[in-house]
């Protein structure tokens, strides 16, 4: 007797030289396959990791933080230097436009809308003399008074001022 052909008595698949049948993975309840060398666990985070982003999150709040306080409280700049920018330019206006009893002032359009400019009472540009005001709307100067100015203010009181001629 003679040795056997090679492939002679093996099962189908080695017999024709395919590839061994590959068992399925073995799978866990509710059909979840379990991964080749068994359960993974989660990577483990660093303490180090978790003290540096606490960090990081309290540097930038606090920046903040400090920032909205600093621009608040700080005399020199911020909100405080906003605030006096705004109160000079009003002084300004009210001393250019905003006469005073006694004051000597030139009146631009007064048959328009009058804009009272103050002025030194002996330049030449002098033409009236503020001698009263009245508050309270449509007041009406008295005959001793040359003329007459009636502000009715949306957002602030109604007045009126009365000058004489320089």
Same mark, same amino acid.
């Given at each position: 007797?003679?040795?056997?052909?090679?492939?002679?008595?093996?099962?189908?698949?080695?017999?024709?030289?395919?590839?061994?049948?590959?068992?399925?993975?073995?799978?866990?309840?509710?059909?979840?396959?379990?991964?080749?060398?068994?359960?993974?666990?989660?990577?483990?985070?660093?303490?180090?990791?978790?003290?540096?982003?606490?960090?990081?999150?309290?540097?930038?709040?606090?920046?903040?933080?400090?920032?909205?306080?600093?621009?608040?409280?700080?005399?020199?700049?911020?909100?405080?230097?906003?605030?006096?920018?705004?109160?000079? $330019? $009003?002084?300004?206006?009210?001393?250019?436009?905003?006469?005073?009893?006694?004051?000597?002032?030139?009146?631009?359009?007064?048959?328009?809308?009058?804009?009272?400019?103050?002025?030194?009472?002996?330049?030449?540009?002098?033409?009236?003399?503020?001698?009263? $005001?009245?508050?309270?709307?449509?007041?009406?100067?008295?005959?001793?008074?040359?003329?007459?100015?009636?502000?009715?203010? $949306?957002?602030?009181?109604?007045?009126?001022?009365?000058?004489?001629?320089?």
């Amino acid at each position: 007797m003679s040795a056997p052909p090679p492939y002679q008595n093996q099962p189908p698949h080695q017999q024709y030289g395919y590839a061994q049948p590959v068992q399925p993975p073995v799978q866990q309840p509710y059909g979840h396959p379990q991964p080749p060398g068994g359960p993974q666990r989660p990577p483990q985070r660093s303490p180090l990791r978790g003290l540096i982003t606490a960090l990081v999150i309290l540097a930038v709040f606090g920046g903040g933080a400090w920032y909205v306080w600093d621009y608040n409280t700080n005399p020199n700049g911020g909100k405080a230097k906003k605030e006096a920018e705004q109160v000079a $330019r $009003r002084e300004a206006a009210d001393k250019k436009y905003n006469p005073k009893i006694g004051d000597c002032v030139k009146v631009k359009d007064p048959e328009g809308e009058p804009v009272t400019l103050i002025v030194d009472c002996g330049s030449a540009d002098a033409e009236y003399k503020l001698g009263e $005001r009245l508050d309270g709307p449509a007041q009406k100067c008295g005959p001793k008074w040359d003329y007459g100015i009636e502000y009715v203010g $949306r957002h602030t009181a109604s007045y009126t001022l009365c000058f004489s001629k320089v």
